[in-house]
């Protein structure tokens, strides 16, 4: 079982367009995260959610939203997309404790034409 | 911002250890120092943390100083596989708390 999964993998779409992306973890963690990474490699911190709860939120333009169902899932939804947007997006989780490590998604590449 | 410094590339033959630093002075006393790496375009995977004392898995070793101010990673026999950008991330393990990344450590191991 993929341990941090996001769908989809491949998100081609025009300017203009509502997109989601859905991000789903099984192991059991109680934070999740939506990384950036454009088209110079820099990997950057979007949100972090901890139980539901938003406690990290960059700046991002508002037209990026995630939402926390519950604790194994966060979702980000962009508005209006631009075509600035295009990059590759990473969902991530943590857990606590003495075994506190994060664990990454293998990525969503999301192209704006 | 990220709190290291790791040089901007590297080169390993095919079987030799690579040997990553990474400084850190500003770390502190309740921040672990974390090694993560990216291949190609996937997701960043773990490869080891520590706190003060040196670690070992089967991935690599991590050899902190007693100062703490720095670190190394060591690939005792690097392969093709190995090519890849090597994080140095420093962090608490405070719940919620978000990995930083700076611009790592390209790796690149030929034969």
């Known amino acids: 079982d993929t341990a941090v999964s996001q769908t989809p993998k491949y998100l081609v779409t025009q300017m203009g367009n509502d997109k989601s992306i859905k991000c789903e973890q099984n192991l059991g963690h109680d934070t999740m995260y939506w990384y950036k990474q454009d088209s110079k490699k820099f990997l950057k911190i979007m949100f972090s959610?901890?139980?539901?709860?938003?406690?990290i939120n960059e700046t991002v333009p508002n037209r990026f939203s995630p939402k926390s169902p519950d604790k194994a899932h966060l979702n980000l939804h962009i508005n209006s997309l631009e075509l600035g947007d295009s990059a590759v997006y990473f969902c991530?989780?943590?857990?606590?404790?003495?075994?506190?490590?994060?664990?990454f998604g293998s990525g969503t590449r999301l192209t704006v034409v | 911002d990220a709190k290291t410094t790791q040089p901007t590339s590297m080169d390993c033959a095919e079987g030799r250890a690579a040997n990553l630093p990474c400084n850190h002075s500003t770390i502190s006393g309740n921040e672990y120092v974390y090694w993560y790496r990216q291949i190609h375009s996937q997701g960043p995977q773990y490869i080891i943390h520590g706190l003060k004392n040196n670690e070992t898995n089967e991935m690599a070793s991590l050899i902190i100083t007693e100062d703490r101010k720095s670190s190394t990673l060591i690939l005792p026999h690097a392969t093709l596989r190995d090519t890849a950008v090597y994080y140095c991330?420093?962090?608490?393990?405070?719940?919620?708390?978000?990995?930083?990344f700076g611009k790592g450590t390209t790796l690149s191991v030929s034969s």
């Open positions: 991530a989780s943590s857990g606590a404790g003495r075994n506190y490590g994060y664990t």
């Open positions: 959610y901890n139980n539901k709860e938003l406690i």
């Open positions: 991330i420093v962090t608490t393990n405070q719940a919620g708390t978000a990995l930083i």
